[in-house]
């Protein structure tokens, strides 16, 4: 999604604004460009990567001594990628950099084209570049005419607004999308994301809905609609500028994937207590023990941690769990027993999706719980109850590291409702969070160690068309994660089957040299998928099998190629088994020279609905 950054102070603009988009590449985009004060509003913008415009900025050499500015990266919503549609938009008063969507946007051109103005760009961005223009002209002064153009904008936004009068200041707000403030002494900045302000700061505002903030070299302010100053409280997240960069791999995935026994360990170790899973104070047990029933609601990746979830808790605590994604939740109106919370899972905490179920279930009056990974987003903020995942950032698009803690953390909540509701002994529960603790990343250490013999099975995938993953159980879970991570990286279409299910259509797909990747870690369930990877065997399928070693050891297993992971308690067997499929995923994209980290088409944070 698109990315803001904003700088004015007594530092060179232009380098820090580069510097912050660079920054929030990860966010996915298809234009970039920069607007700064000198000797009026100068905008550069193309079409393309950010080294386009650094190579239309090398010739800007009259913009090198601007000292305020404000950049955009853009994921297009409304009209192609192109120069014309890129942000900055301006008019003759202002420029103006936009996350999100207006949605009124018809609305508000009728509206100005009455007014005289005409549009030169398909955005919605620009109506409400030039609705802001309109009321400055009538206002002259810039808090009132935005605060009376937001009074017409529907929709989702974070604007950052340079007017060409005030030559040192940016103004700034949002509803519903991400923007940060932070103040420095050599100046202000405002970003969509901590990374693009952590060579600056750790420490800024994330300012409430509708509430402005007004940036200048040596101060920031905040103001209500009603013209107010307002305070707005600061955070520190305790993430520093090595951990938001590549520390020697060649991509954040890889980096991130090799992060993951650490993530685990610190994810586990964070919500223990006396080796029992502790989650606070004000922690709502009494829910877990009393509700009929859970709602996990999240998008993507983060859906399918929440199919592990569900295995758990079903299995340690007998409640029944609804997984759903977030877009189908919110305007389905779901069944909301009294008590019954749901649980919102997020990396980012700013999916627009996962923040309206939010909103629906909290209208609804049920109990709500977030567990995201990046401190004070507006998930963590709504939500009645949150739990942090310490993964650090994720900066690749492609989820993994938050994937294995948001398990880890589904985990700890099962045996702690386990627990509660008298499912589970303390005996059993301690012995299974040490294992967390420890024989967890243990395993997963072990296989990253698989790294080059993963490597040799995805040269048996780069050419594929189309890979079929199958497994039984939580496995069929892991799948349709381990699918969805070939996919978006490699541009492979794939599929996730539960194995017992292909038989009924799915295996007439099935030729000569069709990959199919079998994952096989549930002992009980050995000699089914036996059978299944038999028969698309017998249909000529290319068999990569991945199983553990115990598995291997009992049953002659059909393989093209045999991937043998580590062995670990049954229970806890997804988190080396999810490790392996990352790696295979990245491994298939890397040798495919693609741009792993950030996939085309793909946004980290999906901030649009
Ligand atoms: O930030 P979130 O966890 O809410 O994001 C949810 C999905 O957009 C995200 O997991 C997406 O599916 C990833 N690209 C998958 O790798």
Same mark, same amino acid.
């Given at each position: 999604?698109?990315?803001?950054?904003? =700088?004015?102070?007594?530092?060179?603009?232009?380098?820090?604004?580069? %510097?912050?988009?660079?920054? @929030?590449?990860?966010?996915? +985009?298809?234009?970039?460009?920069?607007?700064?004060?000198?000797?009026?509003?100068?905008?550069?913008?193309?079409?393309?990567?950010?080294?386009?415009?650094?190579?239309?900025? &090398?010739?800007?050499?009259?913009?090198?001594?601007?000292?305020?500015?404000?950049?955009?990266?853009?994921?297009?919503?409304?009209?192609?990628?192109?120069?014309?549609?890129?942000?900055?938009?301006?008019?003759?008063?202002?420029?103006?950099?936009?996350?999100? /969507?207006?949605?009124?946007?018809?609305?508000?051109?009728?509206?100005? #084209? &009455?007014?005289?103005?005409?549009?030169?760009?398909?955005?919605?961005? !620009?109506?409400?570049?030039?609705?802001?223009?309109?009321?400055?002209?009538?206002?002259?002064?810039?808090?009132?005419?935005?605060?009376?153009?937001?009074?017409?904008?529907?929709?989702?936004?974070?604007?950052?607004?340079?007017?060409?009068? +005030?030559?040192?200041?940016?103004?700034?707000?949002?509803? *519903?999308?991400?923007?940060?403030?932070?103040?420095?002494?050599?100046?202000?900045?405002?970003?969509?994301?901590?990374?693009?302000?952590?060579?600056?700061?750790?420490? =800024?505002?994330?300012?409430?809905?509708?509430?402005?903030?007004?940036?200048?070299?040596?101060?920031?302010?905040?103001?209500?609609?009603?013209?107010?100053?307002?305070?707005?409280?600061?955070?520190?997240?305790?993430?520093?500028?090595?951990?938001?960069?590549?520390?020697?791999?060649?991509?954040?995935?890889?980096?991130?994937?090799?992060?993951?026994?650490?993530?685990?360990?610190?994810?586990?170790?964070?919500?223990?207590? *006396?080796?029992?899973?502790?989650?606070?104070?004000?922690?709502?047990?009494?829910?877990?023990?009393?509700?009929?029933?859970?709602?996990?609601?999240?998008?993507?990746?983060?859906?399918?941690?929440?199919?592990?979830?569900?295995? /758990?808790?079903?299995?340690?605590?007998?409640?029944?769990?609804?997984?759903?994604?977030?877009?189908?939740?919110? +305007?389905?109106?779901?069944?909301? &027993?009294?008590?019954?919370?749901?649980?919102?899972?997020?990396?980012?905490? &700013?999916?627009?999706?996962?923040?309206?179920?939010?909103?629906? %279930?909290?209208?609804?009056?049920?109990? #709500?719980?977030? /567990?995201?990974?990046?401190?004070?987003?507006?998930?963590?903020?709504?939500? *009645?109850?949150?739990?942090?995942?310490?993964?650090?950032? !994720?900066?690749?698009?492609?989820? #993994?590291?938050?994937?294995?803690?948001?398990?880890?953390?589904?985990?700890?909540?099962?045996?702690?409702?386990?627990?509660?509701?008298?499912?589970?002994?303390?005996?059993?529960?301690? !012995?299974?969070?040490?294992?967390?603790?420890?024989?967890?990343?243990?395993?997963?250490?072990?296989?990253?160690?698989?790294?080059?013999?993963?490597?040799?099975?995805?040269?048996?995938?780069?050419?594929?068309?189309?890979?079929? +993953?199958?497994?039984?159980?939580?496995?069929?879970? @892991?799948?349709?994660?381990?699918?969805?991570?070939?996919?978006?990286?490699?541009?492979?279409?794939?599929?996730? =089957?539960?194995?017992?299910?292909?038989?009924?259509?799915?295996?007439?797909?099935?030729?000569?040299?069709?990959?199919?990747?079998?994952?096989?870690?549930?002992?009980?369930?050995?000699?089914?998928? @036996?059978?299944?990877?038999?028969?698309?065997?017998?249909?000529?399928?290319?068999?990569?099998?991945?199983?553990?070693?115990?598995?291997?050891?009992?049953? $002659?297993?059909?393989?093209?190629?045999?991937?043998?992971?580590?062995?670990?308690?049954?229970?806890?067997?997804?988190?080396?088994?999810?490790?392996?499929?990352?790696?295979?995923? =990245?491994?298939?994209?890397?040798?495919?020279?693609?741009?792993?980290?950030?996939?085309?088409?793909? %946004?980290?944070?999906? #901030?649009? $609905?």
């Amino acid at each position: 999604m698109c990315g803001i950054i904003g =700088y004015t102070g007594v530092k060179k603009a232009v380098p820090i604004l580069l %510097a912050g988009l660079a920054a @929030l590449e990860y966010r996915g +985009y298809d234009s970039a460009g920069i607007a700064v004060q000198e000797n009026g509003l100068k905008v550069v913008k193309t079409k393309g990567r950010l080294s386009l415009l650094r190579e239309k900025l &090398e010739h800007a050499t009259h913009l090198q001594h601007a000292t305020c500015g404000i950049g955009h990266t853009r994921w297009a919503t409304h009209g192609e990628p192109s120069d014309v549609n890129s942000h900055p938009h301006a008019t003759a008063h202002l420029a103006l950099v936009h996350n999100g /969507i207006i949605e009124n946007y018809a609305q508000i051109a009728a509206f100005l #084209t &009455e007014r005289g103005y005409t549009f030169l760009s398909q955005t919605d961005t !620009e109506t409400a570049a030039l609705l802001i223009d309109h009321y400055y002209k009538e206002e002259k002064e810039p808090q009132k005419a935005i605060f009376r153009a937001l009074q017409m904008l529907r929709g989702a936004f974070a604007f950052g607004i340079c007017f060409a009068d +005030y030559p040192d200041r940016i103004y700034a707000i949002r509803k *519903d999308s991400p923007l940060i403030v932070a103040s420095t002494e050599a100046g202000a900045l405002i970003a969509s994301d901590v990374p693009a302000i952590l060579p600056h700061t750790n420490v =800024y505002y994330r300012p409430e809905e509708g509430v402005l903030a007004v940036l200048e070299k040596a101060q920031v302010s905040f103001y209500s609609a009603a013209g107010k100053q307002v305070q707005q409280k600061t955070e520190r997240l305790d993430w520093n500028v090595e951990q938001a960069q590549k520390g020697g791999f060649p991509h954040f995935m890889l980096k991130e994937i090799h992060e993951e026994p650490q993530a685990i360990s610190r994810t586990v170790s964070a919500h223990l207590k *006396d080796g029992l899973p502790y989650f606070g104070e004000n922690f709502p047990t009494e829910v877990l023990k009393s509700c009929r029933a859970i709602h996990v609601v999240a998008c993507g990746t983060a859906m399918h941690a929440g199919l592990i979830g569900k295995r /758990i808790i079903e299995r340690l605590c007998r409640i029944p769990v609804r997984v759903e994604i977030a877009s189908e939740f919110r +305007y389905r109106n779901p069944i909301l &027993e009294e008590n019954d919370p749901v649980i919102l899972l997020s990396q980012s905490g &700013e999916t627009a999706d996962t923040l309206a179920a939010l909103r629906h %279930a909290r209208e609804k009056g049920v109990p #709500t719980l977030a /567990i995201v990974n990046v401190n004070g987003s507006t998930l963590s903020r709504e939500a *009645d109850h949150v739990l942090y995942t310490p993964a650090g950032p !994720e900066i690749a698009v492609a989820s #993994t590291k938050a994937y294995s803690v948001q398990c880890a953390l589904l985990y700890l909540l099962a045996l702690h409702a386990g627990l509660a509701r008298g499912q589970i002994s303390a005996e059993t529960v301690r !012995e299974i969070c040490q294992k967390m603790q420890h024989e967890v990343p243990e395993s997963v250490e072990k296989v990253l160690e698989m790294n080059d013999e993963i490597c040799g099975c995805a040269k048996e995938l780069t050419d594929a068309e189309h890979v079929f +993953y199958i497994g039984r159980d939580v496995d069929f879970d @892991l799948c349709t994660e381990s699918s969805l991570k070939l996919k978006e990286i490699s541009y492979i279409h794939s599929e996730a =089957y539960a194995a017992g299910e292909l038989k009924h259509g799915t295996i007439s797909l099935i030729t000569h040299g069709t990959p199919v990747v079998a994952l096989s870690t549930v002992p009980a369930l050995a000699g089914k998928m @036996l059978s299944a990877m038999r028969e698309v065997a017998a249909r000529g399928a290319m068999l990569l099998t991945v199983t553990t070693k115990q598995i291997a050891a009992k049953e $002659e297993l059909p393989a093209d190629r045999l991937l043998l992971l580590p062995d670990i308690d049954e229970l806890l067997a997804p988190f080396p088994a999810i490790c392996a499929m990352q790696l295979l995923a =990245y491994h298939v994209s890397a040798l495919k020279g693609l741009d792993v980290d950030k996939p085309r088409h793909l %946004a980290k944070s999906v #901030t649009v $609905e």
